[in-house]
């Protein structure tokens, strides 16, 4: 019973003393690690004047190893989220003709299409399945839409200049 009363008494000035140089937290898990190790590896240590200098010496151990990982995980030398530009929204504009000449190219193809194929792909972006879609062509087979499919998705990359591999 004294231990346990020396260990109260003793969580309280290492607590206080971690709080002085790191977050209130921190000192907090601190202080429970210190108390852990002393209760399981130092169990034999009873005397207060060996266990006072010894509990403030894992102590600083463990505030070192907290500021190493700190250092390693880069939280020192973070930057206030107010102080960061603003990333601009816009793409460069080799990005932008590019992908301008892309939906021309597409828009041209789409075009070329047959009238089920531009049918096929307009349900297909208002966003019904194949199953619906079915129903909507009047097919009895979903291996006909998914024919159809593969078939209108090859003939509008052949026409927009690809091919299927």
């Given at each position: 019973?004294?231990?346990?009363?020396?260990?109260?008494?003793?969580?309280?000035?290492?607590?206080?003393?971690?709080?002085?140089?790191?977050?209130?937290?921190?000192?907090?898990?601190?202080?429970?690690?210190?108390l852990v190790l002393l209760h399981e590896k130092y169990a034999r240590v009873t005397d207060l004047t060996e266990l006072v200098p010894?509990?403030?010496?894992?102590l600083r151990f463990q505030m070192l190893d907290a500021h190493r990982k700190s250092l390693r995980r880069g939280e020192y030398h973070q930057d206030a989220i107010e102080d960061l530009p603003l990333a601009d929204p816009g793409d460069d504009p080799a990005t932008q003709l590019d992908q301008k000449q892309r939906v021309d190219r597409l828009l041209a193809a789409v075009g070329q299409l047959g009238g089920r194929c531009r049918d096929l792909f307009r349900w297909k972006l208002e966003g019904h399945s194949f199953p619906e879609i079915r129903k909507i062509m009047g097919q009895t087979s979903i291996n006909t839409i998914y024919t159809w499919d593969l078939r209108c998705r090859k003939q509008l990359l052949s026409l927009m200049g690809g091919t299927w591999e």
């Open positions: 019973m004294q231990r346990d009363l020396m260990l109260t008494s003793l969580r309280e000035r290492i607590l206080a003393f971690a709080t002085s140089r790191v977050s209130r937290d921190l000192a907090e898990d601190l202080t429970q690690e210190v010894l509990a403030f010496q894992i």
